[in-house]
């Protein structure tokens, strides 16, 4: 019965995934990959401050708020509660745990009986010096959420899932441990910025297509609109004169030591990496477009191709740079609230700094967008149709 039952669940599945256009061989240089950056230190590990402590969970047994200060709606004092560690080198001792108030809306929180904290035991021997209550311990609920993101992609998407998920794990791994730890030490963050996005783009469009034509394609395409983005940040980054001190946390970079960095060029990097995700989808779906095509019209001429893959571009361009809209907005939703609570006058909101970076980041991101659909599309009129008329000669 259980047999039939998996067999019909199995058979349901691979309707639904279809026939899968690269094999599981693909995964083996991104699973090596993978393994290279998570053995591959920064340099950051072990920082002084965190030396002789523990970061744990705690589960909070009583609160004391006597010494809080509540004036409206912002808290300023100590927060003192008995918490009982659940994991570590002290785990099931209780302990009277601290939570400062700064009277930040943004940065403080507060303790209930019951909540989970995550809290750094500071310890000499075997003696707990002092507990620190950083925040709410929220990392088992991320996990629960990366489970579910995870089962749900593989179930629909079978091994193009599981592809998509190494391409999301090599990202993170690739901007933590390559890209940030290079910048931090002085390294050009534009250089760095455009050989990660190449490495991504590589690694994820030859998951996507395997290793022929169609990767050499996008993955051309998509570089190519990454570039001109490159170029266009650069050039009216200078021409709006935005500093890079706009990026939130930037200056608290400097106070920690790192004078010797360069804000507006780590801003700049972030103008082509942020679009990058979206220039390499339009690549990916002008390509396919286009083999598509050639595939049912052997022997279509390459101009002709091209001009299939330009209308291909048109039809997606117009959802793809609305969405880069809608992500970089969405983050300023707060701020556009405050301008319209205080009835700022357009001119001055257009004329702010932090509002013409956003506008910078949006624009030139579309604008490599734009170009990637016609490089793409010419990339793969000349290609795809030339690998096409080879094939049927031979």
């Keep these: 019965m259980l047999q039939r039952i998996f067999g019909a669940i199995l058979r349901f599945l691979r309707r639904i995934w279809g026939d899968q256009p690269v094999g599981w061989a693909t995964l083996l240089p991104g699973l090596l990959l993978t393994a290279v950056l998570l053995a591959l230190p920064t340099g950051y590990e072990g920082a002084v401050i965190y030396q002789g402590t523990q970061k744990v969970r705690a589960t909070v047994l009583a ?3 006597d010494t809080v200060i509540s004036t409206g709606l912002i808290q300023t004092g100590d927060q003192v509660c008995t918490l009982r560690i659940e994991e570590g080198m002290f785990q099931g001792r209780e302990v009277q745990g601290t939570n400062l108030l700064s009277g930040s809306l943004s940065q403080d ?28 311990y929220r990392i088992t609920w991320e996990a629960v959420l990366a489970v579910i993101f995870s089962l749900l992609l593989i179930l629909f998407a079978g091994p193009g899932g599981v592809r998509a998920l190494l391409s999301f794990v090599i990202t993170v791994l690739a901007i933590w441990k390559v ?14 910025g455009l050989l990660l996005v190449a490495l991504l783009t590589v690694v994820i469009i030859v998951f996507v297509y395997g290793y022929d034509r ?18 266009l940040g650069i050039l009216f980054t200078h021409l709006l004169k935005i500093h890079g001190a706009v990026m939130s946390d930037s200056e608290t970079l400097l106070y920690a030591g790192y004078q010797n960095l360069d804000l507006t060029n780590i801003f700049m990097a ?18 396919s477009g286009v083999s598509e095509v050639i595939r049912k019209k052997p022997g279509i ?37 405050v301008f319209m609570a205080q009835g700022t006058p357009i001119l001055n909101i257009l004329n702010y700094k932090y509002v013409a970076s956003e506008i910078l980041q949006t624009l030139v991101g ?29």
């Excluded at 734009?370 to 096409?388: I, N, S, Y």
Aim: include cysteine; charge should be neutral.
């Design 109 to 136: 929180k507060i303790f209930a009986v019951g909540d989970s904290a995550f809290v750094v035991v500071s310890y000499q021997g075997d003696t707990i010096t002092s507990v620190t209550m950083i925040d709410h």
């Design 270 to 287: 972030s103008i082509f990496i942020g679009a990058a995700g979206a220039m390499m989808d339009l690549a990916v779906d002008i390509t």
């Design 301 to 337: 001429g390459p101009w002709e191709a091209v001009g299939s893959g330009m209308r291909i571009g048109q039809a997606a361009m117009g959802t793809m740079t609305t969405t880069l809209l809608l992500a970089y907005s969405g983050g300023c939703m707060a701020q556009l609230m």
């Design 214 to 231: 169609r990767s050499l394609v996008a993955v051309l395409g998509s570089m190519l609109g990454t570039v001109t983005a490159c170029g």
């Design 366 to 394: 579309s604008f490599g967008l734009v170009t990637v659909a016609p490089f793409t599309a010419v990339v793969a009129g000349l290609l795809l149709t030339r690998g096409d008329r080879t094939a049927r000669n031979a």
């Design 179 to 192: 890209m940030i730890p290079t910048c931090l030490r002085g390294g050009n963050p534009l250089v760095m």
């Design 63 to 65: 609160t004391n708020e």
